[in-house]
């Protein structure tokens, strides 16, 4: 499968399964936030689903067994939806990374802040620096 299909039908596995576990699984213990990206293999017959799972170590770990138990599903409507000959392994991984890119977007915005805040004082100091007597002049 060349890369542009591969991408192709990872994101358009990605898009079904974010309707199918949001409105067709009706398991309480999936917590899922979402699913942020799908990983096919070069021949289509597996695919690493990254998701976000809300709530502790224990919750993640129940969410993605309540998904495995459902790869089957998934899996049938997958090939009739998307009407692929066989629908790959699915296999669900906890998105870790998306965690770690929220804490690093929250760090960035307390710079950002503290950069204005910076600047400010120092636009405000050049400007009572700028109010005081002139230079003198050279008297050459």
């Known amino acids: 499968m060349d890369e542009r299909r591969q991408q192709r039908v990872a994101d358009a596995i990605r898009e079904e399964l974010s309707e199918l ?3 067709e699984l009706a ?11 799908v990983h096919l293999s070069p021949d289509g017959k597996k695919a690493d689903v990254l998701v976000r799972i809300e709530g502790d ?6 969410t993605l067994a309540a998904l495995g138990k459902a790869t089957g599903y998934l899996r049938h409507q997958l090939a009739s939806r998307l009407s692929l000959r066989q629908a790959p392994d699915l296999r669900f991984v906890s998105d870790t990374g998306a965690a770690s890119n929220e804490r690093m977007e929250s760090l960035l915005k307390k710079a950002q ?4 805040k910076l ?3 120092t636009a405000e100091g050049d400007a009572s620096a700028g109010s005081a007597a002139p230079p003198k002049a050279d008297p050459r």
């Open 21 to 23: 576990v949001v409105y």
């Open 27 to 37: 398991d309480p213990q999936i917590r899922l936030l979402g699913i942020t990206g």
């Open 57 to 62: 170590e224990k919750r993640r770990d129940a």
């Open 113 to 116: 802040h503290w950069r204005r």
């Open 119 to 121: 600047d400010a004082a």
